[in-house]
């Protein structure tokens, strides 16, 4: 809110035009009183013109104390003196034609007061919404500049940390005197990194996906989800078992693999079964392909699943809201489907459905054959 001392310069434009108006209707009006010697008739002229007068003081004063920034007060007092313009010239031009056609024109004064006052109160509620509606709009620019600068400055610095511990990683895990243990934990490290490197190389097409700017293309959803596969296995102590088709490309983006993998992670975070299994399958459809993700953790309560994946926090549900959000900007679907896991009447199952993509090479048409599941394995 803008906190200047005293009235700014447009709402006590607004609020001046107003006390003239109401002055002069009560000047008029109480001198046809006297011509007239009636009170009625010249009281409701008064009201009729003289009220609105009223409330565009008002409207200075209001417009004054909104919180809107001085020059959008500006935009709103221009918009409400220039009705005050408009509507007097309009409706003095009609009365300047009755003159020239020589006819009686009964008190054009109070016709002209009545098409100010409406016309400046007219103007001030049109102008108000349209300052409005611009300070918002430039509001959220800048706040969009912002954040895209942030992303910029965050995506810049975490490259170049990862930059040295992927350095000092492939360091630890080449040197001679280095135990296996200690050079196995390096090759973790540097994995993660080169994973971590490909999320901050898709974190600005996320941006666009949830802004809805990005564009699409055919992005292999077989592919994404055997990479996925694997990582978590070597990073966890879970099974996972796959049954893809040899390709499915869907219309998607880079950020796939972040639906991808917040699904998998979603599994086996909250998986507290002894034995952690995870189940992926890809099924091709004619309009669409179909990711599937069981596992045998504890399940998740009917009631609880619409909250899972549309509001959930960071520690129950996130996985499923981002990856929610991201299959609805591609035009998808994500549910928790009914019955249990993987082989028990617990568990969860994850179905998303994706558009299926028309490479236009033909290489995808009617291709029904599975690649082998990858061994399962335990990490």
């Not at 009365?95 to 008190?107: N, P």
């Not at 942030?150 to 610095?157: A, K, P, Q, S, T």
């Amino acid at each position: 809110m803008d906190t200047e001392r005293g009235w700014g310069a447009g709402p006590l434009a607004v609020a001046a035009v107003g006390s003239v108006l109401a002055a002069t209707a009560l000047v008029h009006h109480g001198s046809e009183v006297a011509t007239l010697e009636s009170v009625p008739g010249p009281l409701l002229a008064l009201l009729i013109d003289g009220v609105p007068a009223v409330g565009l003081v008002y409207a200075g004063y209001r417009l004054e104390h909104t919180d809107l920034d001085a020059e959008y007060r500006w935009v709103a007092a221009v918009w409400s003196l220039g009705g005050v313009v408009v509507f007097t010239t309009a409706v003095g031009l009609t009365i300047a034609v009755r003159f020239l056609e020589d006819r009686a024109v009964s008190e054009p004064a109070f016709t002209l007061l009545v098409a100010a006052a409406f016309g400046g109160l007219a103007g001030i509620v049109a102008g108000y919404y349209r300052a409005r509606a611009v300070a918002d709009a430039t509001r959220a620019e800048r706040a969009s500049d912002a954040l895209a600068f942030v992303n910029g400055l965050v995506r810049h610095d975490l490259r170049n940390d990862m930059q040295v511990i992927r350095a000092y990683a492939g360091e630890i895990e080449d040197a001679d005197a280095a135990d296996d243990g200690v050079a196995e934990h390096a090759a973790v490290v540097r994995e993660k990194t080169d994973e971590a490197f490909e999320r901050i190389h898709t974190a600005g097409s996320l941006a666009k996906t949830v802004a809805g700017e990005a564009d699409y293309e055919p992005v292999d959803l077989a592919a994404v989800v055997d990479e996925a596969a694997a990582s978590i296995e070597a990073a966890t102590a879970a099974t996972v078992a796959t049954d893809l088709p040899e390709r499915a490309p869907v219309v998607a983006n880079a950020g796939l693999r972040s639906v991808v993998d917040n699904l998998v992670e979603n599994a086996v975070e909250h998986n507290d079964s002894d034995d952690p299994r995870v189940t992926l399958a890809v099924e091709r459809g004619a309009d669409a392909v179909t990711l599937t993700v069981s596992d045998n953790g504890p399940g998740i309560p009917s009631e609880d699943r619409p909250s899972a994946y549309r509001h959930g926090d960071e520690t129950a549900g996130g996985g499923l809201r981002i990856a929610a959000t991201l299959v609805e900007r591609y035009g998808g679907d994500l549910r928790i489907a009914d019955g249990g896991g993987i082989g028990t009447d617990d568990g969860a199952t994850v179905v998303v459905e994706l558009p299926r993509a028309d490479t236009g090479d033909g290489s995808d048409d009617g291709a029904d054959g599975s690649r082998p599941d990858r061994p399962a394995v335990s990490g």
